[in-house]
DNA sequence: AAACACTTATGATTACAGTCATAAATTAGT
DNA sequence: ACTAATTTATGACTGTAATCATAAGTGTTT
């Protein structure tokens, strides 16, 4: 995350998408640095069959869609605005410059994307084996202790839908709501008048 | 990758690891920058019920293991050197004064990480999906394409065994083998006396 | 207030990867 | 050269998540 006045420093403008609008898409090469003002944005693909996967999901003041600014790829997913939102955007040699004469910056830059690595390193291990509830605690937690920094026992209420968590997770919409219950009768989650907690 | 030379500048050490012997394991915090000088490295976890998952498998010159360096994490996974491996081994203090010091240096590694979340994003998006083809044929592709820069059909004779490939794609050894017949059947490998090809 | 869309819910059935057992072929170790 | 270990292979059976069908509850829009 980069702070406001060296994005304005640099040139960056705060763009304006409207709900369900792209950022970008998929195998598109990258032209510039995002960064969340307001809003929220997620990343996902598509799979053959129609069916969502949520790479993640982002808020203010997060980052996103980095690793093809520095590496010749293209993106892996695409970016849509999930509802109404500022994005600030930076055109890419405007960032390389930022970078080189902000070296704090770039170490920044290049914690941001340790972070998601480490997610993505978790959730593989997780959606590579098959049991559901892990698949699902392992976002409910990630989520509880990671994003939100929240340790009492059942303390984080998710806004995600059994939608969301399926997409998230690669499971269908009726796992999920028969595992959320199963995991309820374990007491590893509650669930009170439709909401979940962990 | 950094050059061997700022290797050597900023007090790196080359150790020696036996085959089979742990660099380090998941949990820990990182202390040290790594990168294989000769050899060939594993990143995996072990499910609760003891079936493995490879993260990735590197071989000279790449690094790992730079995630838990610039984030406040842990290792999300065990490194183990698969062959007799030596290995660049630079303390965390010295990689940061050599960050600060050589800013393209730190451009390369933020390359690297980028590269290597470019990956787990992709096949985060594969694992999700049930179909053990696609899986498969991913993992393969990668190898295939972003690796070893084939791009001849059938050009690509992997290496993995039909274990290697299970424990990359979550899948079981048996799936793995009936599944990379079928592929042979549809003419997506070729399987010639039992070496497979893409 | 009505209409519509979305989310949660449940039951029945199916498909398919996992599991288990066993063995042949190949490679590594002494 | 012989033994042991690993890798590849196949068949039979099982378990479980996906699929399909249907509906109730909740929220949003006009």
Redesign the interface.
């Known amino acids: 995350m980069i702070e406001e006045s060296s994005l304005i420093d640099f040139g960056a403008e705060k763009k304006f998408y409207a709900k369900e609008e792209y950022i970008f898409k998929q195998n598109q090469p990258a032209l510039f640095y995002f960064q969340i003002a307001s809003g929220e944005v997620k990343m996902n ?1 598509y ?3 129609g ?1 969502e ?1 949520i ?1 993640a999901i982002f808020s203010a003041p997060r980052s996103f869609g ?6 010749d ?1 293209v993106y ?2 695409n970016a849509m605005a999930t509802q109404r939102s500022y994005i600030w955007r930076l055109p890419k040699s405007a960032f390389y410059n930022l ?2 004469q902000e ?1 704090e910056t ?2 920044k ?3 941001a ?6 997610y ?6 997780e ?4 049991s559901p509830e ?1 698949r699902i605690l392992k976002i409910l937690d990630y989520l509880k202790f990671e994003v939100n920094h929240i340790v009492t026992p059942f303390g984080y209420k998710t806004d995600l839908t059994r939608q969301n968590i399926a997409d998230l ?2 499971l269908r919409v009726e796992t999920v709501i028969r595992t959320l219950k199963e995991l309820e009768q374990k007491n590893e989650v509650k669930i009170i008048n439709r909401k979940v907690y962990r």
């Open positions: 693909n799979q053959p069959d069916k996967f790479q980095e690793p093809p600014l520095f590496a790829i892996p997913a970078l080189r070296p770039h170490l830059v290049s914690q994307i340790a972070k998601r690595l480490h993505k390193a978790l959730m593989a291990a959606l590579a084996q098959q892990n997770t690669g």
